[in-house]
């Protein structure tokens, strides 16, 4: 089935062939003033300099020629030529039952492809702060719709596992407890199974020697050296290494899991580290990669470059590699384990050009395939009311889990007040509706935007947030119930709409119908946001509808029926929505 708004382009287009026009013009979308038209076209005033008249006269011929259509109707020519129409109810309402016979309500799904999303990317070590929750939602979203969208995707952490982080960690480690065995040298028994550390332990540990490294030149030296012989593996401070990871990745999947965040690889920096050399022998080889001040470089700058894109350094000049070594030989490795169609990697916008250069690269070293594309979505920064970096009430850096924590309470102490849930049920709603006020308040936005973190605002039952969306599921759940548990009722998903009555029903089928091709967007432009928005449109419009319609109240019982196919298409197709963005409605808030 096509979409709604390219059945209405194709029609158009047959108005302005049959008017003498290039049926191009055509393109329908959906009105910039409801209050006048549901669809306007605005061809004609592009036609205008082709056919040497005037766009009024033009959209008045297509006008004329649209009086034969029986899918648009009221069509009116608003100066200077305008073409606004509304959609047949009857047409409309065919089109609704025909989503609802469909898979995925008509979503044109093509070839589906293999796509790796790299996305969370914490850093072994460091607890994860607020900044990590945009990683983690905007990703976790992404790779739902392309899955509702059919493709294989393969979603990979990519932690933050190799780096002079790790050499921090042990240096402080070594300082604390040198008697430990994993610094004895000359010790080859077993090493504990035990790690001599709790995640408490390092959270206070890499911070400490973040900053002494800063402080002191030999502490620092010494955690470069720690890092360069870990990488090298040395067999003690390998197994130290590998204990910090354990307990890192165990303290990871709890946060992760609390944010009903997946990951189907839990991959890192150092998955590739034995592929580097290797890859950077073949670059030097094949005369990609040069010497330039002492590091090793791929030149990377085209002619068509803005603003100066410098070389992407591949070592630095004592040999080390770098984020983007990691990044070039992740994706040698994942082409060979994977072959994707296509690799999206989520991160803060502020790594955008680390990526222009990584993509550059790649396709020019031929690390990439030609046919897969590379895309990085970033995203802005989440802030304070005051517009500066979220922090806790005391100026501290926001921890993830203390703002879910911080959220749950908030969504509990509502949710409690209603004295016929139950504690059980009130602490496990909570937590649901909390997901949907922290996930709705960051995927409302576009990726790229920064936006304020509102508690208040977020957790509110009323405006544009993800309580209120499920509490309008709730209260369309809670009709549907009702109606089944009724006398007379038949199954829900066995009834059809009828056309719509009023203008309100009008609405939320018009809304309705434009489900699959948002989805489409949605897809093609990694943009939960625009799911966000339809929802959000969606949900005002059946509250209308509720507000001025006797549901269950209505005696006509063709009538009520046709309500009730309406009520499960919406909550289906919200379903649908919310589940791309990763949460979902209780049975009652
Ligand atoms: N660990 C990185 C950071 O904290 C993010 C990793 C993103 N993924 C990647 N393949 N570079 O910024």
Known sequence: MHYLIDELTTEMGKAFETAGYDPALGRVQVSARPDLAQYQCNGAMAGAKKYHKA?????????NALQASDILENVQVVKPGFINCDVNTEFLTGYIREMEA????????GDPKTVIIDYGG?????????????SAVIGDSIKRIMRYHGDTVIGDIHLGDWGLQMGLVITELKKRHPELPYF????????????????SDLEEIYPFASKRSKEDKEYYA?????????????????????KIIDVSVADLKKNYARLDVTFDLWNGESTVNDLIPGMVDRLKKEGYAYESEGALVVDVAEDSDAKEIPPCMILKSDGAALYTTTDLATIEDREARYNPDAIV??????????????????????LADENCTLSHVGFGTVNGKDGHAFKTREGGVMRLETLITDIDQAMYD??????????????????????????YGDLQNQPAKDYIFDTEKFTSFEGNTGPYLLYTMVRIKSILHRYAESEGAKDAAKLKVASPISKAETNLMLDLSGFNAMMDEAYRDFAPNRVCAFLYQAANDFNSFYHETKILAEPDVQKKESYIALLKVTLDIFEACTAVLGFTAPERM
């Open 55 to 63: 766009p009024f006269v033009i959209a008045q011929d297509v006008a």
């Open 102 to 109: 469909s898979d995925h309500f008509g979503l044109e799904t």
């Open 122 to 134: 914490p850093n072994v070590a460091k607890p994860l702060h607020v900044g990590h929750l945009r």
């Open 184 to 199: 004895d040298p000359n010790f080859t028994g077993e090493y504990p199974a035990e790690a001599p550390f709790t995640v």
């Open 222 to 242: 010494e955690a470069l050296e720690n890092t360069h012989r870990l990488q090298e593996k040395e067999r003690g401070l390998y197994a130290l290494w590998q």
């Open 345 to 366: 990697y989520v991160t803060d916008k502020r790594q955008e050009l680390h990526f222009i250069q990584v993509f550059r690269a790649a396709k020019k070293c031929h």
């Open 414 to 439: 509502k949710i409690s007040s209603n004295p016929d849930i139950p504690e059980d049920e009130a602490k496990t709603t909570a937590h649901q509706v909390a997901l949907a006020a922290i996930k």
